[in-house]
T-cell receptor, first 116, second 113 residues
Framework: DGGITQSPKYLFRKEGQNVTLSCEQN?????MYWYRQDPGQGLRLIYY???????QKGDIAEGYSVSREKKESFPLTVTSAQKNPTAFYLC???????????????FGNGTRLTVT | KQEVTQIPAALSVPEGENLVLNCSFT??????LQWFRQDPGKGLTSLLL?????REQTSGRLNASLDKSSGRSTLYIAASQPGDSATYLC????????????FGQGTRLTINP
């Protein structure tokens, strides 16, 4: 079955440590996204990538980094510079075309990160 | 800056009722609007996508409408079932040059048997 796989489902880290969240898709989608979800708030965009070896900052990129070396993979690193990293992180993907944005997003099941 | 609002934050109704969820957005220059469902602890599932040139979309018991001029969308659920219990989120893509969605905070729906 095609889909998006996020791992691990739960992640615990000590403050000051960097941590990398995995996101893999086999949908042959061009675009991939990372969102953060906090209780009582909507999803907020961290980073997105429309093509391999290219990515753009979203609304809350500070303290995060990404890479897009392969079409299928878009890992997110939460660095020690992120002041409030505990959250639910969601990865998404979609077909991308400069002539059409009408492709629905597909989401993974998320990684819940807890930093203490 | 585009803002998306969903009211109410939570809704509880008896099984079998028809119901409407509301979504409003501040900038009418949107490219499309999407409705998603999220079950607890899970990712989002796309339900319906309405392009800016469309007025509504239907899928089974779900019907989504779009009124760009007033900055509103509604999601109509017919004959609600306990399995419809979830959080429903709407999101818009505006003309910012990239396929970035702006999300509302969601409406948590509970269908009581």
């Amino acid at each position: 079955d095609g889909g998006i796989t996020q791992s691990p489902k739960y992640l615990f880290r000590k403050e000051g440590q960097n941590v990398t969240l995995s996101c893999e898709q086999n949908l042959n989608h061009d675009a991939m996204y990372w969102y953060r979800q906090d209780p009582g708030q909507g999803l907020r965009l961290i980073y997105y990538s429309q093509i391999v070896n290219d990515f753009q900052k979203g609304d809350i990129a500070e303290g995060y980094s990404v890479s897009r070396e392969k079409k299928e993979s878009f890992p997110l690193t939460v660095t020690s510079a992120q002041k409030n990293p505990t959250a639910f992180y969601l990865c998404a993907s979609s077909m991308y075309s400069t002539s059409s944005y009408n492709s629905p997003l597909h989401f993974g099941n998320g990684t819940r990160l807890t930093v203490t | 800056k585009q803002e998306v609002t969903q009211i109410p934050a939570a809704l509880s109704v008896p099984e079998g009722e028809n119901l409407v969820l509301n979504c409003s957005f501040t900038d009418s220059a949107i490219y499309n609007l999407q409705w998603f469902r999220q079950d607890p602890g899970k990712g989002l599932t796309s339900l319906l996508l309405i392009q800016s040139s469309q007025r509504e979309q239907t899928s089974g018991r779900l019907n989504a409408s779009l009124d760009k001029s007033s900055g509103r969308s509604t999601l109509y659920i017919a004959a609600s079932q306990p399995g419809d219990s979830a959080t429903y989120l709407c999101a818009v893509i505006d003309f910012q040059g990239a396929q970035k969605l702006v999300f509302g905070q969601g409406t948590r729906l509970t269908i009581n048997p």
